[in-house]
């Protein structure tokens, strides 16, 4: 491999982490936590809780965090691009 494919191969395992991640955090937050809240809420009097979603916003910001993920992960992976592939394998 070369160094930019190895750049490219880790990149891409980051987006796949990133992806998973933000679906996992989507369902969690949307599902699980106003399940796990509801006994806290119903202590306080409160009868329903009112839950509104904003998904253009939702799906923006998991967007966003990918994004970020894969531009930090090919920045810090530029030491890649300058060393010799052969001294990639040794190490």
Known sequence: MTSNNIRWSI???????????ALLGIFFGIKLIPLALKNIIL????????????????????????????????LSTKVIARTSPRILLVE
């Open 11 to 21: 990149t891409f395992s980051v987006f796949i982490l990133s992806v998973l991640g």
């Open 43 to 74: 202590e306080y009097g409160l009868t329903e809780l009112p839950l509104v979603i904003n998904w253009p916003l939702s799906i923006a910001i998991a967007f966003l965090s990918i994004v970020a993920a894969c531009i930090c992960c090919w």
